[in-house]
């Protein structure tokens, strides 16, 4: 018998959720739940919405698991703030994890992550909670992937590189192996690390020179 999920979001990546939680997992998706204000149907893919507040009064949290499919927006700090949210409801939090994806990293893999299609983590690599792997990346061995950051597909982390909190990784971006990244930094598309990041870097173009301006100053990414 497959276990119950609830998914927060009624958007693009709460659509695709529901796809591959569908057809290829352990569980039966039975609603989505968003915060009241956002409700402007009261069905997606066919099943209900629900207000989020509240929401384990009618989905109790011994039944029910709960996957957050949020985007990076706000350099992914709400998607961070309702996983939060959610654990402190007391939901058990999913992860899903394509079949056709390569781990041979024991799953040592934390909790509502979404890695797709074509992923490869190696041995010893640790991806932390709430990570996005998008489809195609390649994790090398001993990396560390912090929670909440969101890798975009085709990126290249070589071995022994560690990625601090709530990062963004654009696509086909290269990080050379044993490079550390702080937290809150920005990655741009086609960009080769060869050096440490500090905190809230933000690297633009292909040539991976750091621009000098903060990520924070970055409104959506």
């Not at 990346?137 to 601090?164: L, P, Q, R």
């Amino acid at each position: 018998m497959k276990k119950k999920l609830i998914i927060f979001g009624a958007g693009n990546i709460a659509q695709l959720a529901h796809y591959y939680f569908s057809n290829d997992s352990h569980y039966e998706v039975v609603c989505f739940t968003v915060d009241q204000q956002y409700i402007t149907e009261t069905s997606f893919c066919s099943l209900p919405v629900i207000p989020f507040k509240g929401l384990n009064q009618e989905y109790g949290t011994a039944d029910h698991d709960l996957f957050v499919a949020l985007s990076y927006s706000d350099l992914n700090v709400i998607r961070k703030n309702k996983y939060l949210e959610a654990k402190a409801l007391g939901y058990a939090m999913a992860s899903y994890i394509s079949s056709h994806a390569t781990i041979l990293n024991d799953r040592n893999i934390g909790e509502n992550c979404f890695i797709l299609e074509d992923n490869t983590i190696q041995p010893y690599a640790v991806i932390g909670n709430n990570v996005t792997l998008w489809s195609g990346n390649h994790i090398g061995h001993h990396s560390i992937i912090g929670d909440h950051s969101f890798i975009s597909s085709h990126v290249v982390v070589s071995g022994g590189v560690e990625i601090s909190d709530l990062c963004f990784l654009g696509v086909n971006s290269t990080i050379r192996d044993h490079v550390s990244i702080g937290s809150k930094t920005i990655v741009g598309a086609g960009a080769l690390i060869l050096h440490d990041l500090p905190s809230e870097s933000l690297v633009k173009g292909v040539t991976g020179k750091n621009s000098n301006q903060n990520s924070a100053s970055v409104k959506k990414i």
